[in-house]
């Protein structure tokens, strides 16, 4: 009885020793299922991972396969289509000899030649050495692709269509009521730069990219085109007025600054230091003299083959039944009856818009808006004028008491080039529109401006008194200050409105406009912030209304 608590209490602790193993063990076991089920699970969600990158894989490849045959599938359309443009082609040069009495009999030796065309083996060998003997005469009435502008954008979409889209169009043909290069695209500055000063820039987001893209695009360029005239600037700067009431602190900062510039300051302008605070720039910026730009783009295209050049002043464009495609481009002369004459247009052979300032005209020739407006501004050309070391330079001046802006170019060649001369003519889309419209031979300087910017040179030292040339060009504005860049519906594409920065800007433009014809699905920027349609509002269709052509003079 003694022992009686002990084992009572002994057993109790068995009983909870036997408990704790007990649970201990359900424990393990209930791990141990949660193990495998966890397993379990994982090996589903592998399962159906595996089932899934299969099916991706299986439904990839098809799309591929579908791509492909679809590719086949239009390059054959597009061969079978080429055939039988390439015969209607031959069927109007034959009929255009008869209705002008122009037998071409080195062309057409007999009836037998038609007949031959009706054989299909035989036709693509025929057919192709007529063409290209003939080039010529067919280009004025079997081009596949139109240009209406020899500028740069026109020598530019003209480019990379015969060189980064080969084949996207058999034919191509520039049309310019001048020449090639005949306005702003042969006479401005051509300052490019990836990063423009504040003022002049606008340095919006819809417009960084235009300029990133476009500085890029210039130095390709320059190395393909191996351009004479393309330089890097190494001295980028601004030059803000002195202010003569600076205290003395800022007047000693000043000083600082100005010693740690003087090196960059031209010996040609002595005068500058003391009356302008010169501020170095960032970004990477070149100049490049825009005539043989433009003519270098346009002579490649030419070389190709596959592309001319003619002169031709469009007089209007006539739409096809539908109101959704041009099937005809007017012309007011023929260069060889002197009389107006009509180019016809297929309604899958795209016309292109690159008339700079006049691209407002298709305001009145498809009834859609295009508020472009023309800045017509002077330039001052000075040859030999600056030191080897000095090539490279551009200054960018604040407002003067002549009231210029100006901006100093130092050229490859070692020219001066000075712009900025102040008070540009704008001329309105009424007047761009109207009968006595203005043309690039049309745009004479104001020789009030060039003294002005001449008296402005002189008086930060510059000796020279006169210009070797005056010259004036226009430049395209849109009033967002957006170029204006895409297909404007159908077969009807417009590229324009560069302004300040045509030059920059023309060649990234002529590419978008090649790869929204080659339909390739990957244009070098973003088209949104430039589509056309975005004039096309109530509010412009309105003013399309209010603004009739005049034929009052400017």
Same mark, same amino acid.
């Given at each position: 009885? @003694?022992?009686?608590?002990?084992?009572?209490?002994?057993?109790?602790?068995?009983?909870?020793?036997?408990?704790? !193993?007990?649970?201990?063990?359900?424990?393990?076991?209930?791990?141990?299922?949660?193990?495998?089920?966890?397993?379990?699970?994982?090996?589903?969600?592998?399962?159906?991972?595996?089932?899934?990158?299969?099916?991706?894989?299986?439904?990839?490849?098809?799309?591929?396969?579908?791509?492909?045959?679809?590719?086949?599938?239009?390059?054959?359309?597009?061969?079978?289509?080429?055939?039988?443009?390439?015969?209607?082609?031959?069927?109007?040069? @034959?009929?255009?000899?008869?209705?002008?009495?122009?037998?071409?009999?080195?062309?057409?030796?007999?009836?037998?030649?038609?007949?031959?065309?009706?054989?299909?083996?035989?036709?693509?060998?025929?057919?192709?050495?007529?063409?290209?003997?003939?080039?010529?005469?067919?280009?004025?009435?079997?081009?596949?692709?139109?240009?209406?502008?020899?500028?740069?954008?026109?020598?530019?979409?003209?480019?990379?269509?015969?060189?980064?889209? $080969?084949?996207?169009?058999?034919?191509?043909?520039?049309?310019?009521?001048?020449?090639?290069?005949?306005?702003?695209?042969?006479?401005? +500055?051509?300052?490019?730069?990836?990063?423009?000063?504040?003022?002049?820039?606008?340095?919006?987001?819809?417009?960084?990219?235009?300029?990133?893209?476009?500085?890029?695009?210039?130095?390709?360029?320059?190395?393909?085109?191996?351009?004479?005239?393309?330089?890097?600037?190494?001295?980028?700067?601004?030059?803000?007025? @002195?202010?003569?009431?600076?205290?003395?602190?800022?007047?000693?900062?000043?000083?600082?600054?100005?010693?740690?510039?003087?090196?960059?300051?031209?010996?040609?302008?002595?005068?500058?230091?003391?009356?302008?605070?010169?501020?170095?720039?960032?970004?990477?910026?070149?100049?490049?003299?825009?005539?043989?730009?433009?003519?270098?783009?346009?002579?490649?295209?030419?070389?190709?083959?596959?592309?001319?050049?003619?002169?031709?002043?469009?007089?209007?464009?006539?739409?096809?039944?539908?109101?959704?495609?041009?099937?005809?481009?007017?012309?007011?002369?023929?260069?060889?009856?002197?009389?107006?004459?009509?180019?016809?247009?297929?309604?899958?052979?795209?016309?292109?818009?690159?008339?700079?300032?006049?691209?407002?005209?298709?305001?009145?020739?498809?009834?859609?808006?295009?508020?472009?407006?023309?800045? !017509?501004?002077?330039?001052?050309?000075?040859?030999?004028?600056?030191?080897?070391?000095?090539?490279?330079?551009?200054?960018?001046?604040?407002?003067?008491?002549?009231?210029?802006?100006?901006?100093?170019?130092?050229?490859?060649?070692?020219?001066?080039?000075?712009?900025?001369?102040?008070?540009?003519?704008?001329?309105?889309?009424?007047?761009?529109?109207?009968?006595?419209?203005?043309?690039?031979?049309?745009?004479?300087?104001?020789?009030?401006?060039?003294?002005?910017?001449?008296?402005?040179?002189?008086?930060?030292?510059?000796?020279?008194?006169?210009?070797?040339?005056?010259?004036?060009?226009? $430049?395209?504005?849109?009033?967002?200050? @957006?170029?204006?860049?895409?297909?404007?519906?159908?077969?009807?594409?417009?590229?324009?409105? +560069?302004?300040?920065?045509?030059?920059?800007?023309?060649?990234?433009?002529?590419?978008?406009?090649?790869?929204? !014809?080659?339909?390739?699905?990957?244009?070098?920027?973003?088209?949104?912030?430039?589509?056309?349609?975005?004039?096309?509002?109530?509010?412009?269709?309105?003013?399309?209304?209010?603004?009739?052509?005049?034929?009052? +003079?400017?």
């Amino acid at each position: 009885m @003694v022992f009686s608590p002990v084992i009572c209490a002994f057993n109790i602790a068995q009983g909870l020793l036997v408990s704790g !193993i007990c649970a201990c063990y359900e424990s393990l076991e209930e791990e141990k299922r949660m193990k495998q089920q966890e397993e379990l699970i994982r090996e589903s969600i592998r399962r159906e991972l595996d089932r899934s990158r299969k099916m991706e894989r299986d439904r990839s490849t098809e799309r591929r396969n579908k791509r492909k045959r679809e590719d086949d599938s239009e390059i054959f359309e597009s061969c079978l289509r080429a055939e039988r443009r390439r015969k209607l082609m031959v069927q109007k040069m @034959v009929s255009r000899s008869v209705v002008h009495d122009e037998p071409h009999d080195d062309l057409i030796q007999s009836n037998s030649l038609l007949d031959c065309l009706d054989d299909e083996e035989e036709s693509s060998s025929l057919e192709t050495a007529i063409l290209w003997d003939h080039w010529d005469l067919l280009s004025y009435f079997a081009a596949m692709v139109v240009i209406i502008g020899a500028g740069i954008v026109g020598a530019a979409t003209a480019y990379y269509l015969t060189t980064d889209h $080969r084949g996207a169009s058999s034919f191509i043909t520039v049309f310019d009521a001048v020449g090639p290069a005949s306005g702003s695209s042969g006479k401005a +500055g051509a300052f490019v730069t990836n990063r423009p000063p504040l003022k002049r820039g606008i340095y919006t987001n819809k417009r960084q990219p235009l300029f990133e893209a476009s500085y890029d695009l210039h130095q390709q360029l320059a190395r393909d085109l191996k351009l004479q005239s393309f330089c890097p600037v190494q001295n980028y700067q601004t030059m803000k007025k @002195v202010d003569q009431k600076k205290t003395s602190g800022a007047c000693e900062r000043r000083r600082e600054h100005q010693e740690s510039t003087d090196s960059k300051i031209p010996s040609w302008l002595p005068g500058l230091r003391a009356q302008y605070d010169c501020e170095s720039l960032s970004g990477d910026s070149a100049l490049v003299d825009p005539a043989e730009l433009t003519s270098s783009l346009l002579n490649v295209a030419l070389s190709e083959g596959n592309c001319c050049c003619k002169q031709g002043t469009v007089s209007g464009l006539e739409l096809d039944s539908s109101g959704r495609s041009v099937s005809e481009i007017n012309f007011d002369f023929d260069p060889k009856s002197g009389s107006p004459h009509t180019h016809p247009v297929e309604q899958d052979e795209p016309v292109v818009i690159a008339l700079g300032a006049w691209s407002c005209r298709l305001e009145d020739w498809i009834g859609v808006p295009t508020p472009i407006e023309g800045v !017509i501004s002077t330039s001052l050309l000075y040859h030999d004028s600056i030191p080897t070391t000095d090539i490279g330079t551009a200054f960018f001046f604040d407002d003067d008491f002549n009231g210029c802006h100006l901006e100093v170019f130092g050229r490859q060649d070692r020219s001066l080039y000075v712009s900025g001369c102040g008070e540009s003519q704008v001329i309105g889309t009424e007047s761009l529109r109207s009968a006595e419209r203005p043309s690039p031979q049309k745009c004479p300087p104001d020789l009030t401006r060039a003294a002005a910017a001449a008296s402005s040179l002189q008086s930060i030292g510059f000796c020279r008194v006169e210009a070797d040339a005056i010259k004036a060009c226009m $430049r395209p504005m849109s009033p967002d200050g @957006v170029p204006i860049v895409g297909k404007v519906f159908g077969n009807v594409y417009i590229a324009t409105g +560069g302004g300040p920065w045509g030059i920059t800007w023309g060649p990234l433009m002529g590419k978008t406009l090649a790869s929204l !014809i080659a339909d390739d699905g990957n244009p070098p920027i973003r088209l949104g912030p430039l589509k056309p349609d975005r004039f096309d509002t109530l509010l412009y269709r309105q003013l399309l209304k209010s603004r009739a052509p005049t034929t009052d +003079g400017i």
